[in-house]
């Protein structure tokens, strides 16, 4: 049986949960009448936690998941779906999931995927780009875009190959088939399957072994990780990590101070290091 935790709301919203436990902020799609499909507003209330994860210290890692037994998330919602994207209160059309997708895989602190039935479609995706995934044994994932016209030739493709290889991405994209969730621990495409009366603790176990291990050295594993695959946009966020590094220094806290102080800066009290 799964333990009772006592998780904090940290804000409100219409389409999510937002709430705290112990370090880990969690996320959950609140719209399990739809299987936990996304509109515009779901997607803009993920970017907005996801942002506020980012910001608040105390968060050290963020859980995603889908509220219910059924479903992770089942991609966008069909019912908004129109020309140009997805739209949303205000009639326009928009693909904001994408936002999000990037804003997963640049926080500096380990997002896990808690799969705790459906993840399809762009819900699929949405589990993909998270660091780690966590399923429930009833878990069932799958891409549908070429059957229900759609597709994500970003991530969605690109990096599920970096995943479980080029000859699988195409299996899954071009047959749209559903995957058992033994069958993605089979392919590296999910980290641990288990009863679905464990997910959370199991979830919750991952997560503080995390933080029991330095923050700064996951943050830079995972910019590195990006950057290996993300070209110019993963070096400048692994750089922008340099660059914080650096102004921690007193060697860049020097060529401030002897700029104010009208001085030359004395370089060579710093070590050079080989
Ligand atoms: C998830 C499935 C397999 C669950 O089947 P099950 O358990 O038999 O339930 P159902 O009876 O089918 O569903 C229950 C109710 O939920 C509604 N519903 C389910 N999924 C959706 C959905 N995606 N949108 C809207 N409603 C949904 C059902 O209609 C049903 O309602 P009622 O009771 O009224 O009939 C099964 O439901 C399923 O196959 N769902 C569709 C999954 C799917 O095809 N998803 C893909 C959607 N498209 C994307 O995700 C686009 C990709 C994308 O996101 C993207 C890509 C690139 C760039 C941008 C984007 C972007 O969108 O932003």
Redesign the pocket.
């Known amino acids: 049986m799964t333990t009772e935790r006592q998780w904090k709301p940290i804000r409100t919203y219409q389409d999510i949960l937002f709430d705290f436990y112990e370090g880990i902020a969690r996320i959950t799609i609140n719209r399990p ?3 936990n ?1 996304f509109t515009p507003l779901t997607a803009q209330e993920i970017s907005n936690a996801l942002l506020v994860c980012r910001e608040t210290p105390e968060i050290r890692v963020v859980v995603l998941t889908g509220a219910g037994d ?2 992770f998330c ?6 908004v779906k129109g020309r140009g ?2 739209v949303g209160g205000d009639g326009v059309p928009r ?4 936002d999000v997708q990037k804003q997963i895989r640049s926080l500096p602190k380990p997002v896990i995927a808690m799969v705790n039935g ?1 993840a ?4 699929h ?1 949405l589990h993909v780009v998270c660091d780690l995934s966590i399923a429930s044994e009833n878990a069932i994932f799958g891409q ?2 070429p059957r ?1 016209g ?3 030739a ?1 991530f ?1 493709s690109s990096y599920l190959a970096r995943i479980v290889g080029q000859k699988k991405a195409r299996e899954i994209w071009f047959l749209c088939r559903q995957y058992s969730a033994q069958e993605a621990l089979d392919m590296g495409l999910v980290n641990k399957v288990v009863p679905a009366d464990r997910l959370e603790d199991e979830v919750v176990e991952w997560a503080k072994t995390m933080m029991q291990h330095s923050p700064l050295a996951l943050r830079m594993i995972k910019a590195g990780l990006n950057a290996e695959l993300d070209g110019q946009a993963g070096i400048q966020e692994l750089a922008g990590d340099a660059t914080m590094l650096y102004y921690m220094t007193d060697e860049a806290q020097e060529g401030g101070k002897a700029f104010l102080e009208k001085r030359k800066p004395e370089w060579d009290k710093f070590p050079f290091l080989p």
């Open positions: 009448r739809y299987r499909a059924k479903a089942s991609g966008g919602d069909m019912h994207g997805y693909l904001n999931i994408l459906y399809i479609g762009g819900g995706v549908t875009g229900v759609s597709f994500d970003g969605g």
